[in-house]
């Protein structure tokens, strides 16, 4: 093993206190070690292979800033193509969790991310892409018909 000396800031050294005492540890290098790890396994996570990926993203976001909640359906809408269904759950009377499923290039997937996750209000954001073929020649999306789907639609009367 190796010793290092790193410098890090109070406010950040005081949650990688908080995360020792809440998780156990019996030190810091070990938790330093353990959160080291993760932070590799995540990025190495976002590098898949291929070019093309589906991925989930997920953030917590702060339901009462001002155009926020606005300013990210429309974000999905205007990358349709990519942002596949959104999940969200009301957490309490300020936050609410959202996990979009976003599918396409990885390159563009990782922007809309990015961007997304920048959002003043936006927080805990994380991305998990995983690696999928796409049809050659095709954007991504089906491009054939779903017969039990449409038949379904036809008959649902739920208007
Ligand atoms: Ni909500």
Same mark, same amino acid.
């Given at each position: ?13 005081? @949650? ?12 810091? =290098? @070990?938790?330093? &070690?353990?959160?080291?790890? =993760?932070?590799? @396994?995540?990025?190495? $996570? @976002?590098? #898949? ?8 993203? $997920? ?6 800033? &001002?155009?926020?909640?606005? &300013?990210?359906?429309?974000?999905? +809408?205007?990358? $349709? ?13 300020? $936050?609410?969790?959202? #996990? ?14 990015? !961007? ?19 049809? +050659? ?8 018909? !779903? ?5 379904? =639609?036809?008959?649902? =009367?739920?208007?």
């Amino acid at each position: 093993m190796e010793r290092l000396t790193i410098t890090i800031d109070d406010d950040l050294l005081g @949650e990688v206190d908080a995360f020792i005492a809440q998780r156990g540890y019996a030190n810091r =290098s @070990e938790a330093f &070690r353990d959160l080291v790890r =993760s932070g590799l @396994e995540q990025a190495n $996570s @976002e590098t #898949v292979t291929g070019r093309n990926c589906i991925a989930t993203l $997920s953030y917590v976001y702060d339901h009462a800033a &001002r155009d926020l909640p606005k &300013r990210l359906t429309q974000e999905a +809408h205007e990358h $349709s193509d990519l942002a596949q269904a959104t999940l969200h759950v009301h957490i309490d009377h300020g $936050s609410c969790l959202e #996990v979009t499923v976003l599918k396409g290039a990885r390159t563009a997937v990782k922007a809309f991310s990015d !961007h997304v996750i920048a959002e003043r209000g936006v927080r805990h954001g994380q991305l998990v892409m995983m690696p999928i073929e796409l049809p +050659h020649g095709h954007a991504p999306g089906h491009g054939h018909a !779903h017969s039990t789907t449409a038949t379904g =639609s036809k008959k649902g =009367s739920r208007g």
